[in-house]
């Protein structure tokens, strides 16, 4: 009988238990419930995470710690904080979502803290400015009432616009936009009447005008974009009596069809601010 005595090893059952908020997620087996999951559990929309995710034998998430957040296009990330030694840990890499977000009114939100309007007409192109402000002055001491909606905008804003009107409108297909970089949109839902629908929450966000008031889609190179256009609504009661650049004084009656009111668009002009007839808040450089 051997003197030694026996080694005794015991064994203890590791057992993690989730004190949070019940998720009701059903078992990660591939990117559309990781999509799902990493959703419920970051709830800031507006900038990048890498989002570490630990699975159970039967693939349900145990944990999942937010190794970095970034910008609303990257993460930084060190490569020791995701476990790799196949590089030094000093070097960064950066991690971008590869998950698409479907259109709708998330992405109001984000542009309105990623992609914001400007409605200040000292953010417009000097010459222009100018030449606006001169009108507006015009018009208020003749007793209009002028609201300026948007003046310089981000041309994500802008691409933003351009496609969630083109297809709420059904001016193209879902699968028609082209993409941009710092924008990860998904246009096409699957299906012709989600997609609408998702558009459709996009234009009545950012308030876009529709037919009759416009008749075409904000454009992907608009004047806003330079800085050389502007959006804002002009209002008043019985006449309004305004003097146009050269100081003659000119009778407009009131049309709340701004697109047709063509005296007040000859009295613009003559300030170097020329209405856009398809777009009933727009005023640009050039008419476009």
Request: net charge positive; glycine share 6%.
């Amino acid at each position: 009988m051997s003197s030694e005595r026996e080694k005794l090893c015991r064994i203890r059952e590791v057992e993690i238990r989730y004190r949070g908020p019940h998720l009701r997620i059903e078992r990660i087996l591939g990117p559309a419930e990781a999509q799902a999951f990493a959703r419920k559990v970051v709830t800031d929309h507006a900038r990048e995470h890498l989002l570490a995710t630990y699975l159970d034998a039967r693939h349900h998430p145990i944990a999942y710690p937010i190794v970095s957040v970034g910008t609303s296009d990257q993460s930084l990330v060190q490569l020791a904080h995701i476990g790799s030694g196949a590089r030094s840990p000093q070097a960064p890499v950066i991690a971008s979502s590869p998950m698409a977000i479907k259109s709708g009114s998330y992405w109001v939100t984000w542009a309105n803290s990623n992609a914001k309007n400007s409605d200040k007409i000292d953010d417009l192109d000097a010459d222009f400015r100018s030449k606006v402000k001169d009108f507006i002055a015009a018009l208020e001491a003749a007793g209009a009432t002028v609201t300026v909606e948007a003046t310089k905008r981000s041309e994500k804003r802008a691409y933003l616009f351009h496609w969630s009107w083109k297809i709420q409108q059904g001016k193209c297909k879902p699968s028609d936009p082209t993409t941009m970089a710092g924008v990860d949109i998904q246009w096409d839902h699957g299906s012709d009447a989600d997609s609408k629908k998702g558009a459709k929450e996009m234009v009545d966000g950012f308030a876009l005008a529709v037919p009759p008031a416009s008749t075409v889609a904000p454009a992907l190179t608009s004047t806003h974009i330079s800085g050389k256009g502007i959006d804002m609504k002009i209002k008043w009661t019985g006449t309004l009596k305004v003097k146009n650049k050269t100081g003659v004084e000119i009778s407009i009656p009131w049309n709340a069809n701004a697109n047709a009111n063509t005296l007040l668009h000859q009295v613009g002009a003559t300030y170097g601010v020329k209405k856009l007839t398809s777009d009933a808040p727009h005023w640009s450089h050039n008419g476009t």
